[in-house]
């Protein structure tokens, strides 16, 4: 089970860090990954971490704004995200992918959860 949280509303330039506590299972072989959706729009990637490594990717429009990040200890993956625009505003997603590939297309994860709004106006 997957639980996002820390989404608000934030002030263009602003930040957030977003959460997603990982239960009922260990994921410590899996890529945690965050996709976010805006309405009328299609799910898009935005990171990925592989647990085992560390390994990280981001999308294009996230490179330098954002850093994905996990604890192990505490089984939690984040999201630190700073410099916000209008346009970062979405329902953000995490999810994870128990082979491990590090994708960015969301098709390839087993398990999501259940979303945080994160809402940047000007």
């Known amino acids: 089970q997957l639980q996002a949280s820390g989404g608000g509303l934030v002030h263009t330039g602003g930040s957030l860090r977003l959460s997603c506590a990982a239960s009922?299972?260990?994921?410590?072989?899996?890529?945690m990954g965050w996709f976010r959706q805006a309405p009328g729009k299609e799910r898009e990637f935005v990171a990925v971490?592989?647990?085992?490594?560390?390994?990280?990717k981001y999308a294009d429009s996230m490179k330098g704004r954002s850093t994905i990040s996990r604890d192990n200890a505490k089984n939690t993956m984040y999201l630190q995200m700073n410099s916000l625009k209008r346009e970062d505003s979405a329902v953000y997603y995490c999810?994870?992918?128990?082979?491990?590939?590090?994708?960015?297309?969301?098709?390839?994860?087993?398990?999501w959860g259940q979303g945080t709004q994160v809402t940047v106006s000007s």
């Open positions: 999810a994870a992918d128990e082979n491990g590939l590090d994708s960015p297309t969301a098709f390839m994860y087993d398990y």
């Open positions: 009922g299972r260990t994921f410590r072989k899996y890529s």
């Open positions: 971490i592989n647990w085992k490594d560390g390994t990280t």
